[in-house]
C-alpha cells in the first residue's frame, strides 16, 4: 500500500517529465538559489528547499490524491518565495546601500 511508502514524498522531486521540465528547474534554482545562499547559509537555503519538496507533495497528497508528481518544482517555488520574502523584509536596507552606491558612481 502506498501509505507506507513515506521515501514517495521526497523523492519524486529527482524525476522530470521532460527535459524542458529539468531545464527551467535548474535554471531557476541556480538564479534564485545562489543569491539566496550568498546572503544566507547553504543549509538554510537547503532546509528551505527540502521543506518545500515535502510540503508540495503532502499538500497535493490531500488535495489530489491520486495525481502522479515529477519535478523539483516544490523547492523551487519555497525558495523563490523565500528570495521574495528576504527582498521584501529587507527592503529599507537595501535600498540604502543601492542609494548610496549610486551616489558614489556620481560622485566619480
Not at 7 to 17: G, I, K, M, Q
Not at 79 to 107: F, G, M, P, T, Y
Request: include cysteine; proline fraction near 1%.
Amino acid at each position: 500500500e502506498k501509505r507506507y511508502e513515506v521515501w514517495r514524498f521526497f523523492t519524486y522531486s529527482f524525476v522530470h517529465s521532460g527535459v524542458e521540465h529539468i531545464v527551467v528547474n535548474i535554471v531557476l534554482q541556480l538564479l534564485v538559489g545562489l543569491a539566496l545562499e550568498m546572503s544566507n547559509s547553504w543549509w538554510r537555503v537547503g532546509l528551505v528547499y527540502v521543506l518545500g519538496v515535502v510540503s508540495g507533495s503532502l499538500a497535493t497528497s490531500v488535495i489530489s490524491p491520486g495525481l502522479f508528481l515529477a519535478g523539483a518544482s516544490g523547492g523551487v517555488y519555497a525558495i523563490a518565495c523565500s528570495h521574495l520574502a528576504a527582498i521584501l523584509l529587507n527592503w529599507k536596507e537595501d535600498s540604502l546601500i543601492l542609494r548610496q552606491r549610486l551616489r558614489n558612481k556620481k560622485a566619480t
